[in-house]
C-alpha cells in the first residue's frame, strides 16, 4: 500500500511508525503533489493535514476525488485553521478522520491506516448492485452505499436500521424487495470489502487484520472471506484475486435469493440461478473503475 501524506514532520513520523513495514509513505510537500498522486493509476491511501489547507486546496480534492476515487483519511490536528477544510473534505468525501491527541488516537489511526479499503472496489461492487440500491427508500439507501463504498458504518441490524431511518422490520422488508440478501449479511460483505486489501496485499498477521476490523477471532474473518469470496484469506494472500471477480463474487452473494441461514455461521451461500449476478452484466460497471 502506497500512502501519500500531506501533513507535517511530526504526524508523518507518526504515520511511518504506524504504517511499519504494511506499505511506503511518501510525503507530499505541496498540494500539487497530493494531487498528482491522486491522479496516478495506481491505487493510493491520501492522508491529510486539513489544517495546511486552504478551501480551495480541499475543494481541489473534493473535485479530484470525484473523478478518481481514493482511499483519503484526514489527520485533523484540534486546530481552527482546520475546521473550514475538514467541513468541506467531510461533505464531499467518505474521508475517515483521526483527532490527533484524542483518547484513541493510536488504535483509530492504525484502523484507518491498515485497513484503508479500495476506493475502486468498494465504488464498483455499489456500481453494480445499482438497480437493487435504487429500489431502497432514500435514507437506507444513502447509508448503504456509504457503507459499501467505504467500508464503514453500522455494525448491526439495528444499527442500520436506525441510520437508515426505518424500523428494523421495514428495513428487512425493503431489502427484500429490492431484491438484496439481509442487512446481516449486507454489513457482513462490506467489513469484507474493507479488509481485502489488507488481507490480500499485505504482510499484516490475519490475527491483526481480524483484530482491526472488528472480529473476534481470525476464524470469524477466514469463514466471511470464504462466504463471500469462496477462497480462505491464506489462499488469497497467496494468489489475490482480480477486482472483476471480487466485485462478481461478492455481487453475486448479495443479490442471491436462496442463501441458507447457516451461510454466516459456517457454511457457503447456494446461489440461485435465477438471481445470482451474471459476470457479463457487471462487465460495464467494473470496467468504469479499473481502466
Do not use: W
Not at 48 to 76: E, H, K, M, N, R
Not at 194 to 205: E, G, M, N, Q
Not at 224 to 246: M, Y
Amino acid at each position: 500500500m502506497r500512502y501519500v501524506a500531506l501533513v507535517g514532520p511530526a504526524a508523518l513520523k507518526r504515520i511511518d511508525s504506524v504504517v511499519g513495514g504494511a506499505g511506503s509513505v511518501v510525503p507530499a510537500q505541496t498540494i500539487s503533489d497530493l494531487l498528482a498522486a491522486m491522479r496516478s493509476p495506481i491505487s493510493v491511501c491520501a492522508v491529510i493535514d486539513p489544517s495546511l489547507l486552504t478551501p480551495a486546496d480541499a475543494t481541489a480534492i473534493v473535485q479530484q476525488f470525484a473523478s478518481a476515487p481514493q482511499t483519503l483519511v484526514v489527520f485533523a490536528q484540534n486546530a481552527r485553521e482546520a475546521f473550514e477544510s475538514s467541513i468541506i473534505l467531510a461533505q464531499g468525501t467518505p474521508a475517515q478522520f483521526v483527532f490527533q491527541g484524542m483518547p484513541n488516537e493510536t488504535p483509530a489511526l492504525a484502523q484507518a491506516l491498515l485497513l484503508a479499503p479500495d476506493a475502486y472496489l468498494g465504488y464498483a461492487v455499489a456500481d453494480a448492485l445499482g438497480a437493487q440500491l435504487a429500489s431502497l427508500p432514500p435514507q437506507l439507501r444513502a447509508t448503504v452505499t456509504a457503507m459499501l463504498r467505504t467500508g464503514t458504518g453500522p455494525q448491526t441490524a439495528d444499527a442500520l436500521a436506525l441510520q437508515g431511518g426505518m424500523a428494523r422490520r421495514s428495513m428487512d422488508r425493503a431489502f427484500e424487495l429490492a431484491g438484496l440478501e439481509s442487512s446481516r449479511f449486507f454489513i457482513a460483505a462490506t467489513r469484507v470489502i474493507r479488509a481485502y486489501r489488507a488481507v490480500a496485499h499485505s504482510r499484516i498477521p490475519f490475527r491483526r487484520v481480524a483484530a482491526m476490523a472488528g472480529y473476534a477471532t481470525q476464524r470469524a474473518l477466514d469463514h466471511h472471506f470464504s462466504t463471500f469470496l469462496g477462497q480462505t484469506t491464506e489462499a488469497i494472500r497467496k494468489r489475490p484475486l482480480a477486482v472483476e471477480q471480487v466485485v462478481c463474487s461478492v455481487a453475486g452473494r448479495l443479490t442471491t435469493r436462496h442463501v441458507s441461514r447457516s451461510a454466516l455461521r459456517g457454511r457457503h451461500p447456494v446461489a440461485s440461478a435465477a438471481n445470482a449476478v451474471n459476470a457479463a452484466d457487471l462487465a460495464p460497471a467494473i470496467h468504469a473503475f479499473t481502466r
